[in-house]
Nanobody
Framework: QVQLVESGGGLVQPGGSLRLSCATSGSISGIFAMGWYRQVPGEQRELVARIAPYGSTKYSDSVKGRFTISRDNAKNTAYLQMNSLKPEDTAAYYC???????WGQGTQVTVSS
């Protein structure tokens, strides 16, 4: 059974950086787009960044220029490099594997002084 596990979250001061990882387990028959989403309690889950199988990316306006999504197809792993973090970035971050439509359990990012 395929599973996704996010890691790399934590507490960081405004202006700081974090790198999130989304690792897969199990056998995936193909290479599919992956995305990073975030959610604040009581709010809808929001798409942050998406990366297609061979590198095409898109970002939400709120993170454009600050976050970078990447992937390692050999490992079927996605990453989210987050720079210049703001308090508004505080949320639980989730990764998604398209087609399979699988989600990880999330990793908490808290930006606070």
């Amino acid at each position: 059974q395929v599973q996704l596990v996010e890691s790399g979250g934590g507490l960081v001061q405004p202006g700081g950086s974090l790198r999130l990882s989304c690792a897969t387990s199990g056998s995936i028959s193909g290479i599919f787009a992956m995305g990073w989403y975030r959610q604040v309690p009581g709010e809808q889950r929001e798409l942050v960044a998406r990366i297609a199988p061979y590198g095409s990316t898109k970002y939400s306006d709120s993170v454009k220029g600050r976050f970078t999504i990447s992937r390692d197809n050999a490992k079927n792993t996605a990453y989210l490099q987050m720079n210049s973090l703001k308090p508004e970035d505080t949320a639980a971050y989730y990764c998604n594997l398209e087609v399979y439509d699988l989600w990880g359990q999330g990793t908490q990012v808290t930006v606070s002084s």
